[in-house]
């Protein structure tokens, strides 16, 4: 480690969660070095009491050397919020760091979560990106390890046929939940630890995405550039699924899909694939996804997707959309 140079700073972005965060600070900080280690929260203009919470709680706790709290301007989002405090970092020559831990504030940090994600990039000095196990508070495994989007993922995912799943399993999005480390397309954003590098060789998280495939899409431009990306396992995170985002998957909830997701997954795609690609995605997973919910109500087969999922989707599709027109 270079002399005036730290090892980890960890990047928590807040939305009118503080409470959520202080639980999460209370697993962070034992495993961190006081002497190499930081954590900056950046306030996405929450305007409700969060700043007032968490100010208070980094004095009762005497963490003002250690932890930082930033105000942003506005909501920008995932990115917006991550990029305040890491371009700050970046700017900053006096204080580099060696690695960047992206932290949902709805995240308990298990035992040796952050050693064995710091462990794990110093013996693998290749790979650019690397993300924990995600598990419920119950010990349920989420999938947090994934394939990139394309048309055939998007036809497996509207379609959700069993026997033409098969034949697509190559390439549908969510992947087979190992024990061990290996190597993978994207990690979920919710703890994800990224070397300095990666941000000197392919800059910071686009800030046009709101929430969602942010991650996906950062992931695949360092990938582009030649870092690998790999899920591990060792180390374990709690996470509250949607706590901090309000989107729940599965039938735990009935809500409509917000319209910032649509415009993420439209971004992502013509910006890495092209209109073309886009169009015919949007076709596929569109008539796919029709089919499906003709075949879920002559087989009377639950329903768990958001509530006009269909009508929602061309709405905002590339054929519909101000983006598209």
């Known amino acids: 480690m270079l002399n005036g140079s730290y090892r980890l700073l960890v990047v928590i972005?807040?939305?009118?969660?503080?409470?959520?965060?202080?639980?999460?600070?209370?697993?962070?900080?034992p495993q961190l070095d006081g002497t190499v280690?930081?954590?900056?929260?950046?306030?996405?203009?929450?305007?409700?009491?969060?700043?007032?919470?968490?100010?208070?709680?980094?004095?009762?706790?005497?963490?003002?050397?250690?932890?930082?709290?930033?105000?942003?301007?506005?909501?920008?989002?995932?990115?917006?919020?991550?990029?305040?405090?890491?371009?700050?970092?970046?700017?900053?020559?006096?204080?580099?760091?060696?690695?960047?831990?992206?932290?949902?504030?709805?995240?308990?940090?298990?035992?040796?979560?952050?050693?064995?994600?710091?462990?794990?990039?110093?013996?693998?000095?290749?790979?650019?990106?690397?993300?924990?196990?995600?598990?419920?508070?119950?010990?349920?495994?989420?999938c947090s390890s994934f394939r990139f989007h394309t048309i055939l993922s998007e036809l497996d995912s509207g379609l959700r046929f069993g026997?033409?799943?098969?034949?697509?399993?190559?390439?549908?999005v969510t992947t087979k939940i190992e024990n061990l480390a290996v190597p993978t397309d994207w990690l979920a954003g919710a703890s994800m630890i990224i070397r300095q590098e990666v941000f000197d060789d392919i800059g910071l998280m686009d800030e046009d995405y709101f929430l969602y495939f942010e991650e996906t899409d950062f992931c695949l431009q360092a990938k582009r550039k030649g870092w690998q990306c790999w899920y591990v396992p060792s180390s374990r995170v709690i996470h509250f699924v949607g706590?901090?985002?309000?989107?729940?998957?599965?039938?735990?909830?009935?809500?409509?899909?917000?319209?910032?997701?649509?415009?993420?997954?439209?971004?992502?795609?013509?910006?890495?694939?092209?209109?073309?690609?886009?169009?015919?995605?949007?076709?596929?997973?569109?008539?796919?996804?029709?089919?499906?919910?003709?075949?879920?109500?002559?087989?009377?087969k639950p329903d768990n997707d958001p509530e006009k999922m269909l009508y929602d989707f061309w709405r905002n599709s590339i054929f519909f959309s101000k983006i598209g027109r």
């Open 13 to 29: 972005v807040n939305y009118k969660s503080a409470d959520l965060v202080c639980r999460s600070l209370e697993k962070l900080i």
């Open 37 to 142: 280690d930081r954590v900056s929260i950046v306030d996405n203009n929450s305007k409700d009491h969060s700043r007032d919470i968490l100010s208070k709680y980094i004095e009762t706790n005497n963490l003002e050397s250690l932890v930082k709290l930033v105000s942003s301007e506005k909501n920008g989002g995932f990115s917006y919020g991550n990029n305040v405090a890491i371009r700050e970092a970046l700017n900053n020559k006096q204080s580099l760091y060696q690695y960047y831990l992206l932290l949902n504030p709805d995240t308990l940090p298990c035992e040796y979560a952050v050693n064995e994600l710091i462990k794990f990039m110093n013996e693998h000095p290749y790979v650019g990106i690397a993300g924990s196990r995600l598990e419920g508070l119950d010990g349920t495994v989420q």
């Open 163 to 172: 026997p033409i799943s098969k034949l697509l399993s190559r390439w549908k």
């Open 243 to 300: 706590q901090s985002t309000g989107i729940v998957s599965g039938s735990q909830t009935k809500a409509r899909r917000p319209q910032y997701w649509f415009q993420s997954r439209q971004r992502f795609f013509i910006k890495n694939y092209g209109v073309l690609y886009t169009m015919l995605a949007d076709l596929v997973w569109g008539m796919s996804f029709a089919f499906w919910r003709l075949r879920r109500f002559i087989q009377n």
